[in-house]
């Protein structure tokens, strides 16, 4: 991998650290506890309920991610990044910019059942 797309690839994870952290932040709003009187418009309160489980497991999920990001953030600069932790063989490019936190290449996960 050149020092370029190490930039790039870095510049990805801060662009899409700053963008999960906003999205935690909207839906730790959108979890907030539902008040027993509470409906809005024709939305009953199971509805609301069902929605908010929908919502945590959203936030539960933007978490795992940002911590990905951040272990990656710290790693982008090493050898070590970039190279698939089952056959050691380097990761596409492309892939890290979609998923800058993939730690296996595409051939690797798909063997995992991932």
């Not at 497991?57 to 990001?69: G, V």
């Amino acid at each position: 991998m050149t020092k370029i797309q190490r930039e790039q690839i870095k510049d990805k994870i801060i662009q899409d650290i700053a963008s999960i952290e906003k999205e935690i932040l909207d839906l730790q709003e959108k979890t907030k506890p539902i008040a027993p009187d509470c409906s809005l418009g024709r939305l009953t309160r199971l509805e609301m309920i069902g929605e908010q489980q929908v919502n945590e497991h959203a936030l539960h999920e933007a978490q795992i991610r940002l911590n990905k990001l951040k272990y990656a953030i710290q790693k982008v600069d090493k050898e070590s990044y970039g190279i698939c932790a089952e056959c050691e063989e380097e990761i596409v490019f492309g892939r890290l910019m979609i998923l800058p936190e993939s730690t296996h290449c595409i051939s690797c996960l798909s063997e995992l059942g991932n």
